[in-house]
């Protein structure tokens, strides 16, 4: 089973679209998954700074949801060093950036893919915890629920659950309830208030080859 999903990113309140986004997923029969994230500038943002993220996230479909085997980053091409690789056998992830290896808990999940093992989150209503791997450091993240939603997209309107985890930033994520519980937004605010946002242009499903 593969699909994918397209946004378009908006830099704060003023709704700015400054770049655009792709995520790609792959399962296949052998109990096995592939996420890729492209992030990019665009328009007058690609002028001035051209920026490319590529992001991707390997591991199993277990029975409670994804477990990821490895997480990998670049930016601009180039390996920007916020690789993380996790060693279930003995619950830890070694973090490229430093070299370090951290003890993790069950469940835990990289960057990438804590937006897609949401769908495996049981009572998400009632909030959840969950533990994050960004590349540069392990953190545990507190799932608070804002409640049901409704969201207009460019690629139409969801009916979705409101999704809130804060640590030094605040990630928030909407997910359809209508559509596998997929992320059809997403928020990211810093510590200084800057918030970028990416909102979903397109679903779909590769074309044969």
Do not use: C
């Amino acid at each position: 089973m593969a699909g994918y999903i397209r946004f378009v990113i908006y830099k704060g309140s003023l709704g700015l679209q400054i770049g655009r986004a792709e995520h790609r997923w792959e399962f296949s029969g052998d109990g096995r998954y592939r996420l890729k994230a492209t992030t990019e500038t665009s328009g007058l943002a690609a002028l001035f700074k051209p920026i490319r993220m590529e992001t991707e996230s390997q591991g199993l479909l277990v029975a409670g949801g994804l477990q990821p085997e490895s997480y990998r980053s670049l930016k601009n091409g180039g390996d920007n060093n916020e690789n993380a690789d996790f060693d279930w056998s003995t619950a830890q992830v070694t973090l490229a950036r430093d070299g370090s290896v951290r003890p993790i808990a069950p469940g835990t999940q990289d960057i990438l893919s804590l937006n897609y093992q949401l769908a495996y989150l049981g009572k998400l209503a009632e909030g959840s915890e969950i533990g994050v791997v960004t590349g540069k450091k392990y953190e545990r993240y507190a799932i608070d629920s804002l409640g049901e939603e409704e969201i207009e997209t460019p690629a139409g309107r969801f009916r979705t659950l409101h999704l809130r985890a804060m640590t030094d930033n605040t990630t928030e994520i909407w997910i359809a309830l209508d559509r596998q519980y997929l992320p059809v937004k997403i928020r990211f605010t810093d510590r200084k208030g800057d918030s970028y946002e990416q909102v979903v242009s397109e679903i779909g499903t590769p074309s044969p080859n």
